[in-house]
């Protein structure tokens, strides 16, 4: 006679936490032109587009396709994705990729300078189109705004010049105001009455410094990302304050949403899952983080200065590790039951 053993299993957070991945790394080896990837994303046909220190490269699934001419320069900061368009930010100009399924264009949007020019934009870091559809392109020590055809510089003191040959300012709208943090720490409101950036508090330069990235949290809250932690700020009419802050976690160079979770990756060598309040659900070890993105499946796509590297989502986990023959499964609700011999 067979004895049944009937075992309950919740899935809940915990089982999140036990969310596996393949990891697959491409390089030179792989069919890159380089290793030093800076930034990457997919077009509106599944196509990723890469943006490395030799220029553009667009990856089909089975191989990589090299588009060195493609852009002004072949430096690129920033592949990034509005609506359903594409733009490559490299040191000498910004570039709108008409992508297709089976022909590419490229269309120069500016061209830049190596010194400063008024017509021209100077060695952009990354581009960011606000909810009027006005593209604001950070430089080392400024600010440019292009509108209607006009190029239009707003310039900051010198304490706000970033060193970073990656990151400057990080832009960001808070109840439709355009804002922006400094790499050193200071936030600025942009007054369209004035038409300036006004300084709106620099009281946390010593905690919050070498910022590389700003994640829209809600309505008046931001993550700032940087150098020295992670902090979820209150951005208020007359400031800002620290909500929390999460100190262990340093040197953070990217943060995306996932899934219902907060991705965050880090010069460190690793990428971490967080929750909504900010808490480590999992640790993953990769190579040094330059950029996130992901697929509609869950696949995570890290640039990295190593290469790409690919976590692809594993779909099968072990629930139970001891042999067990299952007679049978029920699934309800929330809860599995299954009986075993």
Known sequence: MRALTFLFLLLSSSFLKAQSFQQIAYGVEEGLVTHLVKSAEFDAYGFLWIGTDEGLV????????????????????????????????????????????????????????????????????????????????????????????????????????????FRSFSIFEVNGLVHTISHTGRLYRFDY??????????????????????????????????????????????????????????????????QGQI?????GKSLLFLDQDLNIQKRVNVFKTNDITHTPEGNIWI?????????????????NEEPHYIESILPQDENIYYCFK
């Open 58 to 165: 667009r990856y089909d699934g089975r191989s990589f396709q090299n588009y060195a001419e493609a852009t002004p320069s072949r430096y690129i900061k920033k592949v990034i994705a509005y609506d359903d368009d594409l733009y490559a930010v490299s040191d000498l100009g910004i570039t709108k990729i008409l992508a297709g399924v089976d022909t590419v264009g490229f269309e120069t949007i500016i061209k830049g300078s190596r010194s400063k020019v008024d017509s021209l934009i100077w060695f952009p870091k990354d581009l960011y189109k606000d909810s009027e559809g006005v593209f604001w392109v950070p430089e080392p020590g400024s600010i440019v705004r292009l509108h209607q055809g006009r190029v239009e510089r707003f310039e900051f003191p010198d304490h706000d010049t970033s060193i970073s040959f």
């Open 263 to 267: 991705l965050v990756g880090n010069y």
């Open 303 to 319: 640039s990295s200065d190593e290469g790409m590297v690919l976590l692809k989502k594993n779909y099968f986990h072990t629930i």
């Open 193 to 258: 009455d004035q038409n300036a950036f006004t300084l709106v508090s620099d009281e946390f330069t010593n905690e919050i410094n070498g910022v590389n990235v700003v994640y829209p949290y809600d309505q008046n809250n931001v993550i700032i990302g940087c150098l020295s932690g992670l902090y979820k700020v209150k951005i208020e009419p007359d400031g800002m304050s620290i909500e929390k802050q999460q100190l262990y976690i340093n040197e953070v160079s990217s943060i995306i949403a996932y």
